[in-house]
């Protein structure tokens, strides 16, 4: 075991040593580890309602009260005419005037920015898996938790391996994402504003308005050259 720290450690220092000081770019490193909710449910946008109306609701109320008037796009996606119908629901069980005309109200608009990365991104979760030590027992080895990291324990600990588990999304890290930004103004100035992202199910892009072209057949596919003056 020391033989092996040792070897570590020489490596490292060597390793330290052979860097560059100096380069013409920054070096691409990695954020701190995150979580971002995905979207898989019109529940879930309920959640993205609620938590939208809570915080425009705080900052609504450093101001004199004033009706509100919800600017919903002239051809709005499922998931923008579901969000604007919810945020209008809460906003009038929370006591604020909810008008139908813009005239004399401040005006909340939606906007919804799809983002398409490459697909087959990462999926990083935990280091180890759950392994059966004998009938009936399980060990949970190498988790990054503190209560379950090497916890050998009775049949419970499949319960306890399905619990940590439940905390991730199934699949691989979906390429769609979206940018959900809320704002509400007047004709001079913004009120309350909140951004937020969150993950989307590829198979449901078409919800939230992202319409992916038809595939090409290149069966059918020809190529003219023209040659000579038109």
């Not at 701190?32 to 425009?56: C, F, M, R």
Request: glycine share 6%.
């Amino acid at each position: 075991m020391a033989l092996k720290t040792a070897t570590a450690v020489a490596a490292g220092i060597l390793l330290a040593g052979c860097a560059s000081r100096y380069t013409p770019t920054p070096l691409a490193t990695n954020f701190p580890t995150t979580k971002q909710a995905k979207l898989q449910a019109a529940y879930h946008w309920g959640v993205i309602s609620d938590n939208i109306e809570k915080n425009i609701v705080a900052q609504l109320k450093k101001g004199p009260p004033r009706p509100v008037f919800l600017n919903e796009p002239k051809e709005p996606s499922a998931f923008q005419r579901a969000l604007t119908t919810q945020l209008t629901t809460s906003l009038v069980n929370d006591g604020y005037v909810v008008s139908r005309s813009p005239a004399g109200s401040l005006k909340i608009d939606m906007d919804v920015q799809a983002v398409t990365f490459n697909a087959n991104r990462p999926q990083y979760r935990y280091h180890g898996e759950s392994a059966a030590l004998a009938t009936g027992v399980w060990v949970l080895s190498e988790i990054e938790a503190p209560v379950l990291a090497g916890v050998a324990v009775g049949a419970g600990a499949w319960d306890s391996y399905a619990w940590f588990n439940a905390q991730f999304a199934p699949g691989a890290t979906p390429k769609t994402e979206i940018i959900v930004t809320v704002s509400v103004s007047d004709q001079f100035r913004y009120v309350a504003r909140t951004t937020s992202a969150y993950y989307v199910a590829d198979s449901d892009r078409v919800l939230y308005g992202i319409i992916d072209p038809e595939p090409v057949d290149p069966a059918q596919t020809r190529i003219f050259k023209v040659r000579g003056d038109m």
